[in-house]
């Protein structure tokens, strides 16, 4: 019993960190650096582990949102929906296109730069301060909200969206920070711009695990999948009573809390650093 829970209880514990911190502004991949390194787990060849649990994290969206996902695509045939901008058929697809490609040609072009330099604590505790700050000022700045509904989301703000994204390749920034903060000074409603930081997110992490487990899968040993397996059921299954407690906190409080989160995060993180 003690060596099934010293094999398969870490992959267990970073899928809840995962499932929990995906959507929300304070960054998964910065808490799965963070808690991989306390809890010195080195299985599943690393840092691909901490990839490809976001996998099952993301596919929770695919399960709350099926209709959103389904007219994507059924669209596409409708006469209605083609003529439309709004958010279904090509119009939508294509506005998910533009929000993916700045990440999806940076990612291409520094992956591996980004992943042996930043992938490690004191990059990602710079990086939690910083959005953190981010995130306050943006909820003292009130940004003017002109778009309440995806389908009023225009194809300009979907690319600007997207390269508010890419900063988030700086593990620690946070991907749905990144878009949730470009989306509200784009004019996006606070809960509309956390719903397209959701769907965003399913082209964008699909492609980065199927990359990353294409540039790493030889180097995956024999018990790898059963912690891969593990980790994404667990971050599938608490992504998905996150994701909704996220968007009822959204209607109800600000940003700030997580930013306040971030900073006293940060700080612990260098001053147990200096420590050890």
Request: proline content about 3%.
């Given at each position: 019993?003690?060596?099934?829970?010293?094999?398969?209880?870490?992959?267990?514990?970073?899928?809840?960190?995962?499932?929990?911190?995906?959507?929300?502004?304070?960054?998964?991949?910065?808490?799965?650096?963070?808690?991989?390194?306390?809890?010195?787990?080195?299985?599943a060849a690393g840092d691909t582990f901490d990839i490809?649990?976001?996998?099952?994290?993301?596919?929770?969206?695919?399960?709350?949102?099926?209709?959103?996902?389904?007219?994507?695509?059924?669209?596409?045939?409708?006469?209605?929906?083609?003529?439309?901008?709004?958010?279904?058929?090509?119009?939508?697809?294509?506005?998910?296109?533009?929000?993916?490609?700045?990440?999806?040609?940076?990612?291409?072009?520094?992956?591996?730069?980004?992943?042996?330099?930043?992938?490690?604590?004191?990059?990602?505790?710079?990086?939690?301060?910083?959005?953190?700050?981010?995130?306050?000022?943006?909820?003292?700045?009130?940004?003017?909200?002109?778009?309440?509904?995806?389908?009023?989301?225009?194809?300009?703000?979907?690319?600007?969206?997207?390269?508010?994204?890419?900063?988030?390749?700086?593990?620690?920034?946070?991907?749905?920070?990144?878009?949730?903060?470009?989306?509200?000074?784009?004019?996006?409603?606070?809960?509309?711009?956390?719903?397209?930081?959701?769907?965003?997110?399913?082209?964008?992490?699909?492609?980065?695990?199927?990359?990353?487990?294409?540039?790493?899968?030889?180097?995956?040993?024999?018990?790898?999948?059963?912690?891969?397996?593990?980790?994404?059921?667990?971050?599938?299954?608490?992504?998905?009573?996150?994701?909704?407690?996220?968007?009822?906190?959204?209607?109800?409080?600000?940003?700030?809390?997580?930013?306040?989160?971030?900073?006293?995060?940060?700080?612990?993180?260098?001053?147990?650093?200096?420590?050890?």
């Amino acid at each position: 019993m003690s060596e099934l829970l010293s094999s398969y209880g870490k992959p267990a514990l970073l899928g809840i960190v995962e499932g929990l911190t995906e959507f929300l502004p304070v960054s998964s991949t910065g808490h799965l650096i963070l808690f991989g390194e306390a809890l010195t787990y080195e299985g599943a060849a690393g840092d691909t582990f901490d990839i490809f649990i976001q996998l099952g994290a993301i596919l929770a969206v695919v399960f709350l949102y099926p209709e959103r996902f389904l007219h994507l695509f059924t669209g596409v045939f409708s006469r209605e929906e083609r003529e439309n901008s709004g958010f279904a058929g090509r119009a939508g697809l294509l506005k998910l296109a533009l929000a993916c490609l700045p990440a999806f040609v940076l990612g291409f072009l520094f992956h591996s730069a980004i992943k042996q330099l930043l992938f490690v604590p004191l990059p990602v505790a710079l990086a939690l301060f910083v959005g953190g700050i981010v995130l306050i000022w943006i909820e003292r700045r009130h940004p003017v909200v002109k778009i309440k509904t995806l389908e009023e989301i225009t194809y300009r703000q979907s690319f600007l969206i997207g390269c508010f994204q890419t900063l988030a390749l700086w593990p620690g920034l946070s991907r749905s920070g990144s878009t949730i903060v470009g989306g509200m000074l784009l004019g996006l409603e606070r809960t509309v711009a956390a719903e397209f930081s959701f769907l965003v997110a399913v082209p964008v992490m699909v492609a980065a695990t199927s990359y990353d487990l294409y540039k790493s899968y030889s180097s995956l040993g024999a018990g790898a999948f059963d912690e891969l397996l593990i980790g994404f059921i667990v971050s599938f299954v608490v992504a998905l009573i996150a994701i909704r407690t996220f968007i009822g906190f959204l209607k109800r409080f600000s940003l700030a809390l997580f930013g306040w989160y971030r900073i006293a995060l940060a700080l612990l993180v260098v001053i147990l650093l200096a420590l050890g």
